[in-house]
């Protein structure tokens, strides 16, 4: 498989184990359009990779991934269009992810935010840094949390927990994510590569076919979820795309000021 095309991920291979780095270190890896595009299409390719048996999602430097990128945001507020996240691609990065038969593991080497955070929690499994905290702060950017985080958040944690977390915007440490079993894991920054390592071998020395479809099998119930409300919740997300209270978020993120909310 040829991973050349990519550009905002860095593809490594350890024997039949790929790395998969989110690459944008300067931004925490923000995703823009193009890491969205990406993000969209990897797990194709992944599952007709024929040497990859087990996946380890990460981001290179300080964060896994950021969230939304605000210049890409920012773009498409005064172009006053949604186009610049078609619903389409929005719902390809989740439901790849879920498609794809080959186990995925999330190695958390910091905060996953908005975005990142929906992407980590849809992985098989997540192992964190203890130092790293993640949260689905839509609603403080003015936005529906409508890109798949109002979907697996209910699932791993209640419904309650859920929505005091997504309506909110709070972060949670990794520690205690774990505890709630939001994630699986948090250990030290300087054993997660170890922690990660071992899970991954383990996997790729297992019965491949049986994890595989055992990951297939407990992925129904979730697909079936996901199609159910995935639709409705990415409409009211672009939706508030264009609202004003989301143009006052991103005014003010730009004038570093806290934003002003009047509920339009």
């Given at each position: 498989m040829d991973y050349t095309a990519y550009e905002h991920m860095e593809i490594a291979r350890d024997g039949r184990v790929l790395r998969v780095t989110l690459n944008r270190p300067d931004v925490l890896n923000a995703v823009n359009a193009r890491l969205h595009y990406e993000l969209a299409h990897i797990w194709d390719d992944v599952m007709y990779d024929d040497d990859t048996d087990v996946v380890v999602l990460t981001g290179a430097g300080r964060a896994f991934s950021a969230g939304g990128d605000y210049p890409w945001l920012l773009e498409g507020l005064e172009t006053r269009t949604v186009g610049s996240l078609s619903s389409y691609e929005a719902k390809r990065v989740v439901f790849n992810l879920l498609d794809c038969e080959?186990?995925?593991?999330?190695?958390?080497?910091?905060?996953?935010?908005?975005?990142?955070?929906?992407?980590?929690?849809?992985?098989?499994?997540?192992?964190?840094?203890?130092?790293?905290?993640?949260?689905?702060?839509?609603?403080?950017?003015?936005?529906?949390?409508?890109?798949g985080g109002a979907v697996i958040w209910p699932q791993l944690i209640g419904f309650a927990r859920a929505?005091?977390?997504?309506?909110?915007?709070?972060?949670?440490?990794?520690?205690?994510?774990?505890?709630?079993?939001?994630?699986?894991?948090?250990?030290?920054?300087?054993?997660?590569?170890?922690?990660?390592?071992?899970?991954?071998?383990?996997?790729?020395?297992?019965?491949?076919?049986?994890?595989?479809?055992?990951?297939?099998?407990?992925?129904?119930a979730?697909?079936?979820?996901?199609?159910?409300?995935?639709?409705?919740?990415?409409?009211?997300?672009?939706?508030?795309?264009?609202?004003?209270?989301?143009?006052?978020a991103v005014r003010s993120f730009v004038e570093k000021r806290k934003p002003r909310f009047t509920g339009a």
């Open positions: 080959k186990p995925v593991i999330c190695r958390m080497n910091g905060d996953a935010i908005g975005l990142g955070a929906t992407v980590a929690l849809y992985c098989d499994m997540i192992i964190a840094a203890d130092h790293a905290r993640i949260g689905d702060p839509h609603v403080r950017a003015g936005l529906v949390a409508g890109d929505k005091q977390y997504l309506m909110t915007g709070d972060l949670i440490e990794a520690p205690e994510a774990a505890r709630m079993g939001l994630i699986n894991q948090a250990v030290p920054e300087a054993e997660l590569d170890a922690a990660v390592d071992k899970l991954a071998h383990k996997l790729v020395n297992g019965a491949t076919k049986a994890i595989r479809w055992t990951k297939v099998s407990a992925n129904i979730l697909k079936q979820l996901a199609h159910a409300a995935f639709d409705a919740g990415i409409s009211y997300e672009l939706t508030t795309q264009l609202g004003e209270d989301h143009a006052e």
